[in-house]
Structures are given as C-alpha cells and as structure tokens.
C-alpha cells in the first residue's frame, strides 16, 4: 500500500496568549456550577483580607521599635500597649496573612483541579476523534509532551494569573500609596520608579527568554519522541544490535536539549542579577532618604524600620514576580500549544443529521470508487465491489494495488474522493461513526494489545460482557486452554503491545475479543500473513468459524488461505482486473492463476527444503543411535 500523504509537525497551530487566557477564562466562572463561582469568590476574599492584614503588618513591628526606642508611637489604639504587646501583635499580623493564603489555597484547589481534569479529558477524547492521516504523521512521544505540559499550565496559569498578578498589583498600590501619605511624594516616586524599571526589565529580558525555553522544549520533544520510539521498538533494535546505535541517537538529541538548556540557565542568570540590581538600588535609595529623615528629626526610628519592611515586603513578591512571569509565558507556550492541538479539526465527521446505521443483512457496495492520500498520487480508481449479506470475499493483488486501503475506507478512517460506500443501502457518510464502528469487526495482520490482563483485552470488545461471555469467546478462539495454563489464568499481563504473547496467541486474542464484539460484518485485514504455517493452518480455521452467519472481507497476501471465498477479486494498480470463484479464476489464465502458479511453487520449493531437512536430522539421529550401539567401528 502507498504511504499516505503526511502532515508536517510544524503544521499544528498554536494560540496567542490572550487567545489562551480567553480559553481558560470559562474554566473560573462556568455556567451553571454555581459551586465553582462561590469557591472563586470566597477564594478571592481570602486574598484580600490576605493582602490587608499583611500591609498592616509593619505599623505594628513600627510601633514596638519606638517604644523600645522611647519615641510615642503613632495611633491613639497603640499608645497603651507595651513593646512586648506590639511585638506579639506584629506576629499575630504575620500569622493571620499566612493564615487567610493558606485558606485561600485550600478554597480554590478544587477549582484549578476540575479545570485541569477536564481540559485533559477534552484533548484526550480530541486526539481520539482526529484522523488516521493526522495519527500517522505524528509521533506519540510529541503528542503526550505536548498534552503534558499544557495540562500542568492550566492549574498554574489559573493559580498564579488569579492569586499572584492581582495581588501584586493590589499590594504595591498599597504600599506606594502609603508611602506618599506617611512619608511623602519623593519616597512614593522611588518606590513607583523602582517598581517600573524592575517589571520593565522583567518582562523584556523574559521575552527574550521565551525563544530560548520554546527551542529547549523543542529539543526535549525531540529527544522523548527518539526514545519512546526506540523503546517501542525494543526487539527490532536488539535483533540489528543497534543498542549502541540508538543511544547514540538518542545522545545526540540530548545533546542539542544540553545545549539549548545552558542558554536557557545562562539567560535566567542574567535576568536574576538585573533584577537583584534594580531592586537594591531602589531600596538602598528609599533607605538613605529615611535615614536622613531621622538624622532630622523628621522621622523616628521605627518609621525608618518601617521603609525598610515595607521595601522589603515589596522586593519578595517582585522577585516572586520574575518567576512568576517567566512561568506565565511558559505556561501559555505550552497551553497555546495544547489548544492548538485542539484546534486542530478532525477530518472525518458526522453530518448534523447523521442516522445510527441499521444492518439488516450486512450487505456492503463500494462504487465507482476513488481515492487517493495525495491529490497527485492517486490509490483507487474507479473500484466497484458488492459483497452479499453473509458472503466472503477476498481482496488479492501486489503491494500497493489498493487492498488495504479499501478496509480503511469501509472502517471510514478516510472519506472517499469519488463514488460511494455503503451498508446495506446506506451511504457510510450518512451514518454515525459509532454506529458504522459498532457494526465491523476487524482483525488486523499484527493485533495490538493493551498492557493489561488477557481477560482485559478480550473484554475490550464488549466491556459490558460477563465473565463467561468472555470465556465463550475465548474458547470459540481455541486459546481458553492455553489461558488456564498460565499461573495467573485471565489475570495474566501481556506486556506492552502484548510482547509477552506468541504472535498466533495474539491473534488468537485479537479473535476472541471480535468474536465477543459479535459484529455483523468482519474485516480480516493479511491476518494471518505473519504467522507460521501451522499456526496459520489453525487460526484460519477459528476465522472460518467466525466468520459463519457474517458478511466477511478478507484482505489476503497469501491465496491458499482464500480458495475457499465466496467470490475473490483482484486488485492491480487501484483497479479491479478479475474476479470470480478460485476455480474460475483459475480456468481463466489471467493474473490471479499466475499469481497461484507463482505461490504454488514457492510452497512446493519450501516443502521440499523441509522433507530434505527432515531426512537429514533423521539420517544423522539413526548414524548416532549406531555409535552407540557399536562404538567401536566409529570412524
């Protein structure tokens, strides 16, 4: 079969930044669930009592230094309490602006799980619904980075943009304010100037940054896709010994994410020390002013202790801010990316008046049809093939004639680009694809299982089904002999990709889960091509079985598995050049005889290498037996 066309990774769209906070947006005030609104509220409550009691901290460390001092401190409330007083009061402040973001916390973290719950589960269910052409050229280690990340940034961003932006804000308004009105303009002037120069710093030293961190992202893609690819493919790198060639690779994507992650630690040691920089002189300077201040009489020393807590009050959350910025932006990379991802529309999808398909007798009619991954290489032309209500036919022809590609397109993977399809009268494309899915059954040439339990597997294609549902099916299989063999029965775990079967046990699982699906249409896609003879000798037979009281499509590379179909059709170039039974077809002459007569003789060769064989072994087993019998006449 022809390579499909492939998408290029890059092709995916991302969402701006303002794009993805919109995005998130419904996730803090969502219709209908008045629970999520009320936790927002109270959540921001807590804030700003939070962020009072906090402001009014220094007042009290203030009003302790000038008692110690001997200076009245200001505020008629705080003239009789004693420094020992004040100084537990101070603490108490700490402790109750602790206090009240702790609860804040612990009120909104339901709200920031839910949102990340269920933005997961919709890009989950997203890349299930996207194509088959979409699924092929991407690569699975991408894929569950990019869900990975963008998943996290969606807690993060609505914490941090609701509970840390804001408050910022609030607080250094506060704080200048303040300043303005118990020390005057000039100290509020620093302050703001200060602020300005750092957040200004920040945010263009952390846009630069972005491109820095979105190429070590790039580079960590890389270097997951390389080993998650490699580990899926553990037994085809050991049996090329390319261990050593694969670590290579996979170091030399490592290399590249090295590289790019020193730039990204480089670049935030240049930020941080700015930052540091602009924060102390803005301090050094307010400090200086309230020192002169008090040499002149102006100030006390408790009001030049209270610029100093104040100014470092500040410095906390503005250092805060630069990490919280850098994630920020981090975090709407990654989420534009997942939103992206999103965006990305499935190619196949329901009419709006889409009906449940209705199978009467299973009969199925591809006309006229025509196909193609690329526009300008095209796959089918002009294919027209009924298969009867339950009947088999067979699908035969070389590598790339169109036979695979014809199962996809009544699985409706792809849409066809000319003719029809259809199930007993009904146009595919007009029916549900639930419905289209629920009534085929296929067993494909490597069945793929889950890293779970064998009864898992099996009951996958029915979950609903009982436990002795699941045993019919493997018996009608022939594996619920073998199954019982094992130490842990139905409870055995297949491994990944279900490595820890034989491939005619897999197949033999693959049957029996189809079998408990009970589909009235059967796709059986080379199911048996890369099997042994003997194993495929026995599995043939459990799909003949299956097969009874079914409409069945047999798309086959070897022909003695199909002399005995119903009808047999020939594909050469995505065109239909005979058909008929085998004997027909035979009597015929044409390319299916000779595609027998080819096959027929390369079995009768492979035979007769097995008979030699075989006499061989015997031979020198009896030439054994006599050496022992008569050691003495050995040569």
Known sequence: MAAPDTIPENDTPTTTGWETIRRVSPYLWPKGEGWVKRRVVLALVM??????????????????????AGDAPSGAMLMGITAVGLTLAYGM????????????????VRVGQRALRKLALETFTHIHRLSMRYHISRKTGGLSR???????????????????????????????????????????????????????????????????????NDQDTDANQKAIDSLLN??????????????????????RYEIAAVRTGQSLALLNGGQALIITVGLVIVMVMAAMGVQAGQLTVGDFVMVN??????????????????????????MGQMFGLLAQPAEITDKSDAQALRVQGGTVRFENVGFAYDSERPILRGVSVEVPAGQTVALVGPSGSGKSTIGRLLFRFYDVTAGGVSIDGQDIRD???????????????????????????IAY???????????????????HDFILSLPDGYGTTVGERGLKLSGGEKQRVGIARTLLKNPPILLLDEATSALDTQTE??????????????????IAHRLSTIADADRIVVLEAGRVIEEGTHEALLDLGGRYAAMWARQAAEDGAAEALAQEAAAEAAAEADLCQSERRNPGTAA
């Open 47 to 68: 804030l700003t009592l939070a962020k009072i009691v906090s402001v009014s901290t220094p007042f009290f460390f203030k009003a302790a230094v000038d008692k110690l």
């Open 93 to 108: 402040a700490r402790l109750g602006a602790a206090a009240f973001g702790e609860l804040r916390d612990a009120i909104f």
């Open 146 to 216: 990019i869900i990975e990340r963008g998943v996290k940034g969606v807690d993060f961003l609505l914490r941090f943009l609701l509970f840390s932006i804001g408050p910022l804000i609030l607080e250094l308004s506060m704080v200048s304010v303040l300043f303005a009105v118990l020390f005057g303009w000039q100290y509020m002037v620093v302050v703001v100037l200060t602020i300005v120069l750092y957040v200004w710093f920040t945010f263009k030293v952390t846009e630069w940054r972005v491109a820095i961190r979105r190429e070590m």
């Open 234 to 255: 553990f037994e085809t790198v050991r049996y090329f010994g390319a261990t050593a060639r694969e670590g290579a690779r996979y170091d030399q994507a490592m290399a």
């Open 309 to 334: 807590a104040y100014m470092i009050q500040i410095t906390m959350p503005l250092s805060f801010l630069g990490t919280v910025y850098r994630e920020i932006r981090q975090a709407l990379v990654d």
């Open 431 to 457: 029916v549900t694809q639930d419905s289209l899915h629920a009534a085929i059954g296929v067993v494909p040439q490597d069945t793929v299982l889950f890293n779970d339990t064998i009864y898992y597997n």
């Open 461 to 479: 294609g029915r979950p609903e089904a009982s436990p002795a549902e699941v045993e019919a099916a493997a018996k009608a299989a022939k594996i």
């Open 537 to 554: 000798a026995d599995i043939q037979q459990s799909l003949r079985e299956m097969g009874q009281g079914r409409t069945v499509i047999t």
